[in-house]
């Protein structure tokens, strides 16, 4: 199993639609003693972004945010991210390490990815391009799939 295997959860019925993306921020005070965050939060982990991959029939309210929520499967998405081009071999598993300098440029948002970590195990499922960064580093664009904890032997 890897971490592209759909979980159930709810999400917002207006938002419940396949392909929709979303970051999850984490849990409220509220939501820890709902009879519904066993389904609802415990299958997500904070600071994950996830993809809507097939809604459910059932529908339910909120009883913290007083709205309709659907029963949903989601899975954590692919992330592209920079490495240094001597690292990219499809199929290897890496530990990421975000790429920081101080230049601002059109490769950071794959450098500081938002839903990875630093130190996550990732697997490189494709190299998307290479190319030199403005610091004059050699680095590639890569497809990562994250690994999650109880999955890395």
């Known amino acids: 199993m890897d971490n592209l295997e759909p979980v159930i ?79 990219t071999f499809s199929g290897a598993t890496i530990s990421f390490q975000p790429q920081e300098c101080p230049e601002i440029c059109d490769f950071r948002k794959f450098c500081v990815p938002a839903g990875l970590k630093e130190g996550d195990k990732v697997r490189i499922i494709d190299t998307i391009k290479k190319a030199e960064c403005s610091e004059g580093k050699e680095i590639s664009v890569v ?3 994250r690994i999650p904890q109880e999955n890395q032997t």
């Not at 965050?37 to 909120?62: D, G, H, S, T, W």
């Not at 989601?74 to 991210?81: G, L, M, P, Q, S």
């Open 9 to 87: 959860t709810f999400i917002a019925k207006n938002l419940a639609k396949p392909g929709y993306r979303f970051q999850h921020m984490g849990e409220s005070e509220k939501c820890k003693t709902c009879k519904m965050y066993q389904v609802c939060i415990q299958p997500l982990e904070a600071e994950r972004i996830y993809e809507v991959v097939e809604i459910l029939e059932n529908e339910f309210e909120c009883p913290i945010h007083e709205e309709q929520i659907k029963v949903v499967r989601v899975k954590e998405t692919e992330k592209e991210v920079v490495i240094p081009t001597n690292m």
């Open 143 to 145: 497809l990562v799939a």
